[in-house]
């Protein structure tokens, strides 16, 4: 697909590909076959977040077909950046970044640079995320930067207290919704991002630091176990036709 | 019995407002403090809101007239013994609200409703000190009480089916939203809402991203309305550090709500938020 001056790619398992592709389209981007074995590209974003072995082996294959130029935004949602370029032959073309799902909702994007990323590629970045409408905020590398992580223990707390039986999910949801303003509530707003997405956060956390704090709530983990990933399967913290 | 008569204890921020509520929805209130003084200023404050929802137009004239005739000042607990139902909400500290529960036990009939507003005791321990625990339940209002929508109703390990029943029946007469939660620490808010502040804090306090940035990305990637620095500032750090201790204590140490330091040293230094001019932001007082 074309913005005024990339050719884009987008790759990857998660609910971040499709959605990114769907918003190029609407706003008038040129689209190009992914399937081509073409390989001219000045953007690859990758989006696997849950399982990241997959994630390092499509970045690998990418890569191969890739000129050296071309700079790879992949999501540092369960691993950082850093760790991400390190599976890369190139290094220096990785930028990390950060969303959750909706695409379309999010006004702005965060950026993080691996310790290895040349400052072009951020610039790079910075610039093709602009040019698609989103405001960017670079921030130093870390799993979930800054939205993604603070939101997923946010949903991991509320994941804890249902299943301690403080109260129930809708009584959770509109409680965060009324008693402190939050735009939706957090039980239903992992539903609407996709669990694997909050639980690859979580996961990346607990492993990258090995604090309790970030330890997934056993719930969360057996319904990723369950594939029960949110609106997207039928059935999260509730249920959907 | 439905709720006609309510006792408020303790004419503070939240005391009157939520006696002003309660009267506002047609309810007679008994406001209760330690002398006249300090709940005729509280019963002025209230008129004085009153007021302002008339000059507004958003309340008429004869309404207001009934709203505060139905408020009657206090200095005697024993005059509790005529509420269908009362509210505690005097100082977050445990002994005064003991004696007071034992006081309202005593004076009340079996029918009145005891509750508490407290935000970080246990409801169980309040209740301990009543005959039976039965009637006593969490009404936990949030602040400002005539703006807040929200009211968490806290179910103590002696609370009765018949208690939660009625008191939900009341929240929703006050035109606002009751949720029933169990008696844990933070109850369901103040508990969920913790990693909003704590983990970002913890990730100004790694240095990953500003305070600045950190609320400008809550805003606009999270649409948060606010910001947690900025919402810190509004709420008080003090008040917000007090809440993070308290819940942390409360789950005996668990790792996931462990303060943070950066919050400490604002505290320390004074630096409260709006209330003192400065806090993460500077303001102009
Ligand atoms: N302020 C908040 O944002 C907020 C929110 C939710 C819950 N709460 C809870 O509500 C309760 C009251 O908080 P507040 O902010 O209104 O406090 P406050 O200090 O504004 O008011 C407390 C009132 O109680 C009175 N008082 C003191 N000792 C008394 C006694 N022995 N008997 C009767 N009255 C006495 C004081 O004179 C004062 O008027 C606390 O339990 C607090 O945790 C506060």
Redesign the pocket.
Known sequence: MKTKSFTVKVAGEGSLADSIIAQLRETGHQLEDQSAVHSNFDIVIETTNLDIDQKKKLLVEIEKTLPKETVILSTCLGVTATETASWLQHPERLVGFAAFFPWEDCELVELAPALQTEKENVEKAKQFFEEVGKEVEVVEDGVGLVFPRILSLIINEAAFALTEGVASAEDIDKAMMKGTNYPMGPLRWADHIGIDDVYAVLAGMFKETGEDRYRPAPFIKKMVYAKWFGKKTGRGFYQYD | MTIQTVGV???????SGIAQTCVQHGFRVFL???NDA?VQK?FTQIKKRLNRLVEKGKMEEQTFQDSISRIETCTDLSLMKACDLVIE????KIN?KKE?FQALDEHCPEQTILTT????FSVTEIASVTKTGERVAGL????PVPLMPLVEIVRGVKTSEDTLKKLAQFVSSLHKDPVVCEDTPGFIVNRIARPFYNEALKIAGERLAKPEQIDRIMKKAGRFKMGPFELQDLIGIDVNFSTTETVYNSFFGEERFRPHYLQQRMVQSGKLGRKAGEGYYPYEN
């Open positions: 204890v303790g004419s503070g921020t939240m005391g209760y403090d330690l300090i509280a909400a005097v100082p977050e005064i007071i507003n407290t935000s970080s936990h209002f949030f602040n």
